[in-house]
């Protein structure tokens, strides 16, 4: 496998700068809220949306392709993009297939094509 390092990115269009409580901490209070998925785009996959969205499912496990396909679902050219089978999804700074299972919290990244010499 490969292993990448991921890096900080700054703030992103639509984004809340408080990212709100952490799920442990919702049910120590005993609330029961759902908790969102950080996803984390790259290169053009962030043009339409920016670098950072949230998707609901972040309290269950699941496979990249569902993350892959709701992520898709917000925004027709972000669907278009995420579609190349060439764009590859990283959980845990560790590029995964499709198939992959990603467990409850954990952000999933998303990397286009890179081409050059």
């Known amino acids: 496998m490969i292993q990448i390092k991921a ?20 049910r120590q209070r005993g609330g029961n809220m759902s908790r969102e998925r950080e996803i984390t785009l790259y290169g053009k996959l962030a ?7 949230r998707v609901a499912g972040g309290e269950q496990s699941e496979t990249v ?6 992520v898709a679902a917000l925004e027709p050219r972000l669907g278009e993009l995420l579609a ?20 409850p919290d954990l952000s ?7 081409s050059g010499g």
């Open 7 to 26: 890096r900080a990115l700054g703030s992103v269009k639509g984004a809340s700068p408080d990212r709100g409580s952490t799920l442990s901490e919702d």
């Open 47 to 53: 043009d339409p949306l920016g670098e950072r969205v």
């Open 65 to 70: 392709s569902n993350v892959r396909a709701r």
């Open 84 to 103: 190349d089978h060439r764009v590859r999804a990283c959980v845990e700074g560790m590029i995964t297939a499709d198939g992959a299972i990603v467990k």
């Open 108 to 114: 999933v990244e998303f990397i286009p094509v890179v």
